[in-house]
T-cell receptor
Framework: QKEVEQNSGPLSVPEGAIASLNCTYSDRGSQSFFWYRQYSGKSPELIMFIYSNGDKEDGRFTAQLNKASQYVSLLIRDSQPSDSATYLCAVKGNTDKLIFGTGTRLQVFP | DADVTQTPRNRITKTGKRIMLECSQTKGHDRMYWYRQDPGLGLRLIYYSFDVKDINKGEISDGYSVSRQAQAKFSLSLESAIPNQTALYFC??????????????FGDGTRLSIL
């Protein structure tokens, strides 16, 4: 079992729709959770981070964390073609190291 | 100017050559990291450093070495490059002064090809 799992996609959504990206993790001691966006050939860019159970909203993005079920998700409202990228989930446990998932490729079509 | 600068941005070299990738940052962060990214494998940690005197191996350190010359500089060396080290390499930084759970910030990457 991978430590951080994501569906590789591609996830295709029409412009204006809500994109839902999911991530599960295996270490119950994980403390902090991050979502990065990566355009092809570019570096990962931090989108959001969440530490506590529940929802955290920032503009069109909402991160959701459920520690009991060991999953974290990212919702993108009003998806735009410019949101088309690979989204990386990263989890930090007690070791102070980030463990990355392999990413979900999102395609937003006009 | 970028807060985390990696040089070179692209490098093509031959098997057996020694290569150094450099990372410098102006963010004032204490922690620095080196990752490699391969298609389908995601980002994997090579080495990390929590301060100038604290350097640690990551998940895939074999064949690599690092040097933390100053708080702002962290170099990655491939002593004798081999083709399966062809990858996209990223340097990242984080700031522990606000706690252990701070996010990491990435440089633009170095695309390394070993023939």
């Amino acid at each position: 079992q991978k430590e951080v799992e994501q569906n590789s996609g591609p996830l295709s959504v029409p412009e204006g729709a809500i994109a839902s990206l999911n991530c599960t993790y295996s270490d119950r001691g994980s403390q902090s959770f991050f979502w990065y966006r990566q355009y092809s050939g570019k570096s990962p860019e931090l989108i959001m981070f969440i530490y506590s159970n529940g929802d955290k909203e920032d503009g069109r993005f909402t991160a959701q964390l459920n520690k009991a079920s060991q999953y974290v998700s990212l919702l993108i409202r009003d998806s735009q073609p410019s949101d088309s990228a690979t989204y990386l989930c990263a989890v930090k446990g007690n070791t102070d190291k980030l463990i990355f998932g392999t990413g979900t490729r999102l395609q937003v079509f006009p | 100017d970028a807060d985390v600068t990696q040089t070179p941005r692209n490098r093509i070299t031959k098997t057996g050559k020694r290569i150094m990738l450099e990372c410098s940052q102006t963010k004032g962060h204490d922690r620095m990291y080196w990752y490699r990214q391969d298609p389908g494998l995601g980002l994997r940690l090579i080495y990390y450093s929590f301060d100038v005197k604290d350097i640690n191996k990551g998940e895939i350190s074999d064949g690599y070495s690092v040097s933390r010359q100053a708080q702002a500089k962290f170099s990655l060396s491939l002593e004798s490059a081999i083709p399966n080290q062809t990858a996209l390499y990223f340097c990242a930084t984080s700031d522990s002064s606000f706690g252990r759970n701070q996010p990491q910030h990435f440089g633009d990457g170095t695309r390394l090809s070993i023939l």
